[in-house]
């Protein structure tokens, strides 16, 4: 039984230690790769090395005659096997066009690394040898990789039934775009490219299905994001009831959002574990992973801005291309439009027009990687509003500040949605002072003067994001597929410990502990009373999963509020022993205390056994304390901060070196510093990646060049700097407790503060743009064509 | 098949290998001891990072056959006498995970670092670390958990 002390303690926005942490650092962590269950037979895909080719044969009888296989089959010998293609579930217009994208390929590949055939064998190593076995006749096609040669004249089409390889075109126009700009002092016009990154979550995708032929029914461990939209879409997919499908995210190694989506392997592992009535196993090389899993961004914007002579914003112009890749994967075409709110930034003005293109290419295709369309969007402004203060002739912080939204709540942005709570000019102040903003002009200045070789720069990222997936109005409004509310259930046990069950599916993020934190204050219960399950379709049926930095402001409200449920029922209970009526109560810290007369008490645990034992309940009550509630938000939250950025560029060497960078993110009230520090930390670490190393690229045929570890670079601790961090509270109005998300914000705001750093460095030589990801090559020509090409 | 006789956490296996099978899959699929993971084939993550005679090695980069002999540590093996290792302290006290799937490679590179050097900089666990890979932590964490790992150590009389 809990002690009057530890009870009182109040866990929300204070520091306690994660209850994941235990298993994962003794080796003890239940990965997908390391469940076994008797009879499992291993899966191996036969991936095109083409990007586009007509399949002309199979032959796949020296493959079924090696050791240990069991059986090998064509994407023709499946045919049936698929009750429907891999999902979609963002349609953002009506007349998109959507290719079928089956689990293996029937007739025709139209990117390297798409599934042609699949072996089983009993041993992973016999199913890869077999399946190096298996010999594949191709008539290979041109391929068209890149964006802008996917929409010249004659380009290979990469689906042969559509006039061209657009996708589809969005729009979205507010204000008179055409007189903001007609009136302008000054246009700024910029073209930017967002590199195609690959998300290299650490842990590989792995899936094992479980059938139980005698019931019909399947349970599925995967390395997923989103166990419970699995299901469903699992289901419709291979042609099984939903009931008959479990579906369990165990521990799983990273998401980033390329465990966000419905995977050929999954619905294959499906099919196979039908049809062969045996578990099948499939774990993916890491080599796999980059042709077979999500690659994202991927864009080529153009953005105008029209101001007046002082800088101030009037119109805003956005007009982008995205690779979509060779299919439309699950949310794909509805990644720009979730920048598209975001192209005006934490600015405000009269008008704005955006359109996003959709584009076809024979590449992997590509999907929500951290941030999803918003780290685009906030490169572009936040790049352009530099531009504008350079032609204006002001200080890149002066500029910001003459267009910020006023503080306040439910501002209404120029890019169409009102902000939940906005207060840029406080944040930007506090950032401007921790860094010492005068003295890095001065030092700048001073290395500018004495000719040094090693040239400072800094650079502003003034970001607001959204996030918190979100209002399902909302999103019917955008086409999207699926709802944006998020269920928990909180049950109290006879012994006076809770269980909360949550439809959000942590990989990494702390659920356990956060979700621990906020159950213990609401509750009045030790925070190790509180045990967290999720992730598993029939331990939490309702969940809408986690993607979109939606958790705390979705799911952990949920957890808040049924948790709120509880005490309003124990509140009734407690009445009833103490022969009180429920207004006559108080509840402080897990006790609820007759008003004026505190010694007659009852505790939650007191009552939690009264509504086990059910001997004495009030009329009507129901037994047991347990409620459920289902949150589904008002509105998106809108976190935003100052993210500067200071870099030394070696003028000899063109290297980029980040010496000092500051993010002050504003994520409205804190459940647990340590862990959002520690989002922020990743979350930057991966937009600096983004800035200096990280690309990948495509040969002309479709084989992608960057096809490792070794040549795509993953930074290490060796790569990043230190980060300091610091934050103010501008509480959200869209949920009870004031949260607003914070996995993506570090990852959106990065980009362009390294960026604009790097360019403020070299822009007394007159360098005004230089393309991302900075490596030194591309810098050193830079400095080299301003000195006057002195290659 | 080769036979192979080794140590792993202190306990001695005899077994029949494939020449072919790696030190990791040997950990994982023969001994069961899952804590080591695979996270590349191009020995760039450090995943699988482990102990051999008490230097670390990625043992996806090795035979099982080689390790005839040799006394291995894997991550299952860190803790003794029922209490953890100073560096899985430190990373539980200072956030140094998130998804922990890194986790066992890093803490095994961090143990062999400080053995080399008991008293590193920050600088030096940046560099000592750069053959591991962590996509979650942005590796600050990771940093400021060996540095205090260090000192702990460094402070325990006839600390490891």
């Known amino acids: ?791 | 098949m080769t036979r192979i006789s080794l140590s792993v956490n202190g306990v001695a296996h005899d077994a029949e290998v494939e020449p072919r099978t790696l030190l990791v899959y040997f950990l994982r699929e023969q001994l069961g001891l899952t804590g080591t993971h695979v996270g590349c084939d191009t020995s760039s993550c450090g995943a699988c990072t482990v102990l051999v005679d008490g230097r670390s090695v990625k043992s996806c980069t090795m035979l099982a056959a080689q390790a005839d002999g040799a006394e291995i540590t894997t991550v299952e093996g860190l803790a003794a006498n029922g209490s953890w290792h100073p560096l899985q302290t430190a990373f539980h006290e200072q956030h140094g995970l998130q998804c922990g799937f890194c986790t066992p490679g890093m803490l095994m590179a961090s143990v062999s670092l400080l053995a080399e050097d008991p008293d590193p900089t920050a600088e030096q666990i940046r560099h000592g670390l750069e053959g591991n890979l962590c996509r979650c932590t942005g590796y600050q964490n990771i940093v400021t958990a060996v540095l205090a790992a260090a000192e702990e150590m460094r402070s325990a009389p006839g600390g490891r």
């Open chain 1, 1 to 791: 039984m809990a002690t009057a002390e530890k009870t009182a303690t109040r866990y929300v926005g204070g520091g306690v230690l994660r209850k994941e942490d235990p298993t994962l650092l003794t080796g003890q962590g239940t990965f997908v790769e390391s469940i076994t269950v008797p009879g499992m037979l291993h899966a191996a895909f036969v991936r095109s090395p083409y990007g586009s080719a007509e399949i002309t044969g199979v032959d796949t009888s020296a493959a079924s005659a090696a050791p240990g296989v069991v059986a090998v089959f064509s994407g023709e010998d499946l045919a049936d096997e698929w009750a429907a293609g891999l999902p979609m579930a963002w349609p953002v217009t009506d007349d998109i066009r959507i290719p079928d994208h089956w689990p293996v390929a029937k007739d025709t590949v139209r990117h390297v690394g798409e599934a042609v055939a699949v072996v089983v064998a009993g041993t992973r190593a016999q199913a890869a040898d077999a399946a190096e076995l298996v010999v594949v006749d191709y008539d290979e096609r041109p391929a068209v990789v890149d964006i802008e040669s996917a929409r010249a004249d004659g380009a290979p089409k990469v689906h042969e039934q559509y006039e061209n390889n657009d996708s589809y075109t969005w729009t979205l126009t507010n204000g008179d775009v055409d007189a903001a700009f007609a009136k302008a002092d000054v246009i700024v016009k910029e073209r930017y490219t967002q590199p195609r990154l690959i998300p290299n979550a650490i842990e590989p995708r792995a899936v094992l299905v479980r059938p139980t032929p005698a019931a019909s029914d399947y349970t599925v461990w995967s390395t997923t994001q989103i166990p419970h939209i699995a299901k469903v879409l699992f289901a419709l997919t291979a042609g099984i009831p939903e009931s008959k499908v479990r579906v369990i995210a165990p521990d799983v190694g990273g998401g980033f959002g390329s465990k966000l989506n419905i995977y050929a392997e999954e619905i294959a592992c499906l099919v196979l574990a039908r049809r062969l009535g045996a578990p099948i196993k499939w774990v993916a090389a890491r080599s796999e992973d980059y042709v077979a899993t999500i690659h994202g961004r991927d864009q080529i914007q153009h953005i105008e801005l029209a101001a007046d002579a002082e800088g101030k914003i009037l119109g805003y112009r956005a007009n982008i291309f995205a690779n979509m890749g060779a299919y439309l994967q699950l949310v794909a075409p509805g990644v720009p439009l979730l920048g598209a709110f975001l192209f005006c930034g934490t600015y405000g003005g009269e008008a704005y027009h955006f359109e996003c293109t959709g584009v076809f290419t024979n590449t992997t295709p590509t999907d929500a990687y951290r941030g999803a369309g918003r780290p685009e969007a906030t490169f572009a402004i936040e790049r352009a509003i530099d531009t504008l203060a350079r032609e204006i002739g002001v200080d890149p912080a002066e500029i910001r500040r003459r267009n910020f939204l006023p503080k306040g709540e439910m501002v209404q942005s120029p890019g169409g949605l009102a902000f939940d709570s906005t207060d840029y000019e406080a944040n930007l102040d506090r950032a401007l002072e921790i860094l010492d903003y005068d003295a890095v002009r001065a030092e700048q200045a001073a290395r500018r003067s004495s000719g040094s070789s090693r040239l400072l720069g800094v650079g502003f990222s003034t970001y607001v994001e959204m996030c918190g997936l979100a209002p399902s109005q909302v999103l019917g409004s955008l086409n999207y597929g699926a709802g944006g509310w998020d269920a928990a259930t909180v049950r109290m046990l006879p012994t006076g410990q809770a269980e909360v069950v949550t439809g959000t599916s942590p990989h990494g993020q702390g659920h356990v502990t956060a979700w621990s934190q906020i159950a213990a204050d609401a509750l009045g219960v030790p925070y190790e009373d509180v045990l967290v399950l999720h992730g598993d379709t029939q331990v939490a049926p309702h969940g809408m999963n986690t993607y979109g930095s939606r958790s705390l402001s979705v799911g952990g409200i949920a957890v808040h509020n049924a948790c709120g449920r509880v005490v309003d029922k124990a509140r009734r209970i407690a009445a009833h022993l103490l022969e009180v009526s429920p207004e006559d109560l108080e509840f402080e810290a897990g006790t609820f205390s007759v008003k004026g007369v505190p010694d007659r008490t009852k505790t939650i645990q007191e009552v939690a056994y009264a509504a086990w034992t059910a001997h004495a309940l009030p009329e009507g009550e129901e037994p047991g304390l347990t409620a459920h509630h289902v949150f589904d938000p008002p509105n998106f939250t809108f976190p935003f901060g100052t993210h500067i950025c200071v870099v030394e560029i070696d003028t000899e060497t063109g290297e980029v070196e980040i010496v000092r960078y500051l993010a002050v993110d504003d994520c409205g009230n804190v459940v647990n510093p340590q862990i959002v520090d520690g989002q922020v930390h990743g979350g930057v670490a991966q937009g600096i990646a983004a800035a200096l190393f990280e690309e990948a690229s495509y040969a002309e045929d479709g084989t992608l060049e960057t096809s490792s570890m070794l040549n795509y670079l993953v930074p290490s601790a060796a790569e990043m700097p230190a980060f300091e961090l610091d934050r103010t509270v501008t509480p959200s109005n869209s949920n009870p407790m004031g949260v607003k998300g914070i996995g993506e914000a570090g990852t959106i705001a990065s980009t362009p503060a390294v960026a604009n750093a790097a360019i403020d460095a070299l822009s007394h030589l007159g360098i005004t743009d230089l393309e991302i990801p900075l490596t030194p090559l591309r810098v050193w020509s830079a400095i080299q064509d301003a000195k006057g090409g002195a290659t």
